[in-house]
Each structure stands twice: as structure tokens, then as C-alpha cells.
């Protein structure tokens, strides 16, 4: 009788497992209680979870390869060129674009945008109404950036005439290609195509581009560029190098501005161009995506291995890509995200999530580093604290930590790094991501920028695949 009344004398606090809502009644009372984050995994079939557990030291073993390709990567930023003569398999007739492939029928409005400011740009249409009907007529085609080495923010448009950064991985001797970022608004990658915008791409082509090609080639006579370490500088900074890259444009400028004065064909020039990056804190994304993009190939086609590789979106599609599984994408509807809208928009403006610069959570950065970045809650919302949780939660479904990209908050513990696809079926826990938002309709461009948790329905397909090819 002792023992009973021990153990129902004191008062013992609940235990819920529900929605939270439910402890609503509870905090009204006073009544003691926990809130359990659980949440059930997410469902896939028995032939795939028995094939899984049948081939888990197998999985495992190949991630640690996979995982050891990451980590060891070393990009550099090493040129520039004309996509046209340096991305694979480019042609005067292609537009890449972000995410997953997808027909002109499919594309979301800021990508039709996109696709119709390049052909505006590239002399192939001389309106927006021909250009329209060049790309439904099936005159060009299209294929997505990554796969051709490459990477493109929002729309992700690249064109054959667009310069793109040549980014090498030192270690393992891929290449990667970005464009040069022309800025936050009205732009090409938001689905901008007015004559400001096709001007703007011009100057870029013309002026910015041939500048920064020759200080490049100056700078890496002297001493390597070295992204991976510019990125863990810049983590140190308050950037997370996703949504904001303002210490990572800051360095980047501060490495390059005495070749840009140097070498620059006028003075007028150099101003130009260094007011031109100075302007756009955002300049250094492209190549913070261009340095995952090189960082993660090489870990693509490790047979058995469950580690993602790609997240991409297109505005219609969320795609992502395992190292087990190859080439092969799997697919779900993009989400919608949540946002912080400009003056005169709001949700109902935005279009689905769209971009390959989820290529940055899905190396350990961005969303993934957002605690590195507590400044960022005033462009994207939420607060700094959530930010820190939104971290946390990524060491859940990942495999290592970063040693190079570490978060002072954190007591520099490196960033979560590898995403394991059976980890987010697993925990039910999807990838965070921060994001610009576009408007739904093409030609109007930026609204806003937010953050969204990846949809399931990919990292589930991609499981069932993966299991598939263990079989």
C-alpha cells in the first residue's frame, strides 16, 4: 500500500501526443502537462520498408561514401564565359531552367516570363507575343539547369548569350555554371521581361561581365578564390548565403575590387561595375548555389545511397534527386510559401515555390544555417529564436555536420549537413527552406520572400524508388 501511495499521491502531468490545440484546456485549468513533438512517420509501402531494413548496412555504407564526397569538395571560383561555349550541351536554341523538367504547357507564369525575356534578349523574338508563340510552337527546347552542371535562382533561366561563373571543384574536378544576379524586383529570374530588364541583361553581358572576367582571371593568377572558405567566413557574419548574402558579397567585393580598378578598361567602367555589385547584396547567391551545386555532384550515382543530392522547384514541381538513384527525378506539387509580402500584395499574388537555390539547404546552408542568421527573420518573418529552432530540427534528418560551415550561435557546431531521405520519411520531418516569392503572373516579378518546408510527397517517391533499385 506504501508503494500506492507513492505513486498516485503526487500530481502527475499528462502526456499529449496530439495537436496542440488540445492543451489549450489544460493551460486554462493549470493543469500539468508536456507537449510531445511526435508525429507519425510518413507512410510508405511494405515491400519498401522491407527492403530497406534488408539492405541498411548497405545504405549506410554508401552514404559514408557519399557523405566523405561532400565534405571533401573545395570550390573555387576560376572564370567566366558565354554559356554558349562552357555549359554542356548548350545550344543556341536551349533554355534551361529551375527544377525538375517541364514542358512550356506546365510552366508557371515568372517562368514563361523568364523564357520570354530570354528570347526578347537573345534577338530570337522581337516581342512578347512572338516569343509566346515561339516557345508553345516548340521552336526551342528546354531542359533543366542541373542537367547541365548548372543552377539558376528563381525561373533560372540561362540562355545561350548570358555569361555564366565557372566554379571548379578542386577535389574532385566538376564544374559548375551560374549567371550573374541582376538584383532583388523586377528581374528576369521573377518573371520580368520589360524593356528595363532585357537592357539591364545587356549591360550585363556587355560591361559587367567582360570587367569581371578579366579581374577574375587576374585575382586567380595571384591567389585561389576559394568559395568554401569565403562561405564559412560569411556564416560568421550573419549571412546563412540563401537570402541573405550581404557579408558573402561584401568579401567577394572586397577580393575582387582591386583587380576590378586595376584592369578595367576606364574608370567610368570600374565605378560602374563595382557600384553595380555594391547595390545588390544578393550578388553573391548565384555563386553560393554554383559552389553547392559543385559540392554535391560528385556524391550523385553512389549505388544504395539515401542522401539527397538535389532539391530543385520550377514553380509547379518540387523535384528531388537521391545519390542512389541517379538522374532520376521525383516529384510533388510545389507549395505556396509563407511570406512577408511587399506593400500591395499578398498571398493570393504568389506563385508556387520555384528555384534551384534550394541546391543551398540541401549542402548544409541556407535554411539549414539560419541560425547563423538571425537579421534574416525581418526579410523572410518569424523571429530569431525560430530561427535557431528551424536549425535544430535539421540535425534530425541529416547525417553529419559540416566542420568548415559553423554557427557561432551554436557554439560553432557545423551546419546539418546530408540529407538522409529515409530520416525525413522516417521523423516526418520535412527540409526548411527560405525563399524569394514571385508573383503568379508573368512579367510582374518579385512580391516577397518567405519560407516553406519542403512537401512530402518527393522524399516518399524517392524512397520507393530507391528501395526499388536495392531490389
Given at each position: 500500500?506504501?508503494?500506492?501511495?507513492?505513486?498516485?499521491?503526487?500530481?502527475?502531468?499528462?502526456?499529449?501526443?496530439?495537436?496542440?490545440?488540445?492543451?489549450?484546456?489544460?493551460?486554462?485549468?493549470?493543469?500539468?502537462?508536456?507537449?510531445?513533438?511526435?508525429?507519425?512517420?510518413?507512410?510508405?509501402?511494405?515491400?519498401?520498408?522491407?527492403?530497406?531494413?534488408?539492405?541498411?548496412?548497405?545504405?549506410?555504407?554508401?552514404?559514408?561514401?557519399?557523405?566523405?564526397?561532400?565534405?571533401?569538395?573545395?570550390?573555387?571560383?576560376?572564370?567566366?564565359?558565354?554559356?554558349?561555349?562552357?555549359?554542356?550541351?548548350?545550344?543556341?536554341?536551349?533554355?534551361?531552367?529551375?527544377?525538375?523538367?517541364?514542358?512550356?504547357?506546365?510552366?508557371?507564369?515568372?517562368?514563361?516570363?523568364?523564357?520570354?525575356?530570354?528570347?526578347?534578349?537573345?534577338?530570337?523574338?522581337?516581342?512578347?507575343?512572338?516569343?509566346?508563340k515561339m516557345a508553345a510552337a516548340g521552336e526551342v527546347e528546354f531542359s533543366p539547369c542541373h542537367e547541365h552542371s548548372a543552377v539558376g535562382p528563381m525561373a533560372g533561366i540561362i540562355s545561350a548569350s548570358m555569361p555564366v561563373f565557372i566554379v571548379r571543384n578542386e577535389t574532385h574536378g566538376n564544374l559548375a555554371f551560374a549567371t550573374q544576379n541582376e538584383?532583388?524586383?523586377?528581374?528576369?529570374?521573377?518573371?520580368?521581361?520589360?524593356?528595363?530588364?532585357?537592357?539591364?541583361?545587356?549591360?550585363?553581358?556587355?560591361?559587367?561581365?567582360?570587367?569581371?572576367?578579366?579581374?577574375?582571371?587576374?585575382?586567380?593568377?595571384?591567389?585561389?578564390?576559394?568559395?568554401?572558405?569565403?562561405?564559412?567566413?560569411?556564416?560568421?557574419?550573419?549571412?546563412?548565403?540563401?537570402?541573405?548574402?550581404?557579408?558573402?558579397?561584401?568579401?567577394?567585393?572586397?577580393?575582387?575590387?582591386?583587380?576590378?580598378?586595376?584592369?578595367?578598361?576606364?574608370?567610368?567602367?570600374?565605378?560602374?561595375?563595382?557600384?553595380?555589385?555594391?547595390?545588390?547584396?544578393?550578388?553573391?547567391?548565384?555563386?553560393?548555389?554554383?559552389?553547392?551545386?559543385?559540392?554535391?555532384?560528385?556524391?550523385?550515382?553512389?549505388?544504395?545511397?539515401?542522401?539527397?543530392?538535389?532539391?530543385?522547384?520550377?514553380?509547379?514541381?518540387?523535384?528531388?534527386?537521391?545519390?542512389?538513384?541517379?538522374?532520376?527525378?521525383?516529384?510533388?506539387?510545389?507549395?505556396?510559401?509563407?511570406?512577408?509580402?511587399?506593400?500591395?500584395?499578398?498571398?493570393?499574388?504568389?506563385?508556387?515555390?520555384?528555384?534551384?537555390?534550394?541546391?543551398?539547404?540541401?549542402?548544409?546552408?541556407?535554411?539549414?544555417?539560419?541560425?547563423?542568421?538571425?537579421?534574416?527573420?525581418?526579410?523572410?518573418?518569424?523571429?530569431?529564436?525560430?530561427?535557431?529552432?528551424?536549425?535544430?530540427?535539421?540535425?534530425?534528418?541529416?547525417?553529419?555536420?559540416?566542420?568548415?560551415?559553423?554557427?557561432?550561435?551554436?557554439?560553432?557546431?557545423?551546419?546539418?549537413?546530408?540529407?538522409?531521405?529515409?530520416?525525413?520519411?522516417?521523423?516526418?520531418?520535412?527540409?526548411?527552406?527560405?525563399?524569394?516569392?514571385?508573383?503568379?503572373?508573368?512579367?510582374?516579378?518579385?512580391?516577397?520572400?518567405?519560407?516553406?518546408?519542403?512537401?512530402?510527397?518527393?522524399?516518399?517517391?524517392?524512397?520507393?524508388?530507391?528501395?526499388?533499385?536495392?531490389?
Amino acid at each position: 500500500m506504501k508503494t500506492q501511495k507513492n505513486l498516485f499521491g503526487p500530481e502527475l502531468p499528462l502526456i499529449l501526443m496530439g495537436l496542440e490545440s488540445f492543451t489549450e484546456p489544460l493551460k486554462q485549468r493549470g493543469t500539468r502537462h508536456v507537449q510531445m513533438d511526435f508525429r507519425p512517420s510518413l507512410s510508405i509501402s511494405a515491400k519498401a520498408r522491407a527492403a530497406l531494413a534488408k539492405h541498411e548496412a548497405r545504405i549506410n555504407e554508401a552514404n559514408q561514401e557519399a557523405i566523405s564526397r561532400i565534405l571533401t569538395a573545395r570550390p573555387m571560383l576560376v572564370g567566366m564565359g558565354r554559356a554558349l561555349d562552357v555549359v554542356p550541351g548548350m545550344h543556341p536554341k536551349l533554355i534551361l531552367h529551375a527544377g525538375p523538367p517541364i514542358t512550356w504547357e506546365r510552366m508557371c507564369g515568372p517562368m514563361r516570363g523568364g523564357v520570354v525575356g530570354a528570347l526578347l534578349y537573345e534577338g530570337l523574338a522581337s516581342t512578347p507575343e512572338e516569343a509566346e508563340k515561339m516557345a508553345a510552337a516548340g521552336e526551342v527546347e528546354f531542359s533543366p539547369c542541373h542537367e547541365h552542371s548548372a543552377v539558376g535562382p528563381m525561373a533560372g533561366i540561362i540562355s545561350a548569350s548570358m555569361p555564366v561563373f565557372i566554379v571548379r571543384n578542386e577535389t574532385h574536378g566538376n564544374l559548375a555554371f551560374a549567371t550573374q544576379n541582376e538584383g532583388l524586383g523586377k528581374v528576369l529570374r521573377y518573371g520580368a521581361f520589360s524593356p528595363e530588364v532585357v537592357t539591364r541583361l545587356k549591360w550585363m553581358e556587355q560591361t559587367l561581365y567582360p570587367t569581371l572576367k578579366t579581374a577574375i582571371e587576374k585575382a586567380v593568377s595571384k591567389s585561389a578564390l576559394d568559395l568554401k572558405t569565403l562561405i564559412a567566413q560569411a556564416l560568421h557574419m550573419g549571412d546563412e548565403v540563401h537570402n541573405r548574402n550581404r557579408a558573402a558579397t561584401s568579401l567577394l567585393y572586397r577580393a575582387l575590387a582591386p583587380w576590378i580598378v586595376e584592369t578595367a578598361p576606364s574608370r567610368e567602367v570600374a565605378s560602374e561595375v563595382l557600384q553595380f555589385v555594391n547595390s545588390n547584396d544578393h550578388f553573391f547567391l548565384n555563386l553560393s548555389m554554383a559552389a553547392s551545386k559543385a559540392s554535391l555532384a560528385p556524391a550523385l550515382g553512389v549505388p544504395g545511397s539515401s542522401v539527397v543530392v538535389t532539391m530543385a522547384r520550377n514553380g509547379t514541381d518540387f523535384g528531388v534527386q537521391l545519390s542512389g538513384t541517379g538522374a532520376r527525378w521525383f516529384t510533388g506539387a510545389a507549395p505556396v510559401p509563407d511570406a512577408l509580402f511587399f506593400k500591395g500584395y499578398t498571398k493570393a499574388d504568389a506563385n508556387p515555390d520555384l528555384g534551384d537555390s534550394a541546391i543551398t539547404e540541401t549542402a548544409g546552408l541556407g535554411g539549414f544555417a539560419i541560425a547563423a542568421s538571425p537579421a534574416i527573420v525581418q526579410f523572410v518573418g518569424g523571429s530569431a529564436a525560430d530561427a535557431v529552432q528551424y536549425t535544430l530540427q535539421m540535425y534530425e534528418i541529416t547525417l553529419t555536420e559540416n566542420p568548415v560551415f559553423q554557427i557561432p550561435s551554436l557554439d560553432f557546431r557545423g551546419t546539418p549537413t546530408g540529407i538522409d531521405a529515409r530520416r525525413v520519411v522516417a521523423k516526418n520531418i520535412l527540409p526548411f527552406i527560405d525563399t524569394g516569392v514571385a508573383h503568379k503572373l508573368p512579367g510582374i516579378g518579385q512580391v516577397g520572400a518567405g519560407v516553406l518546408s519542403a512537401p512530402s510527397e518527393p522524399f516518399v517517391r524517392a524512397i520507393e524508388g530507391l528501395a526499388e533499385a536495392l531490389a
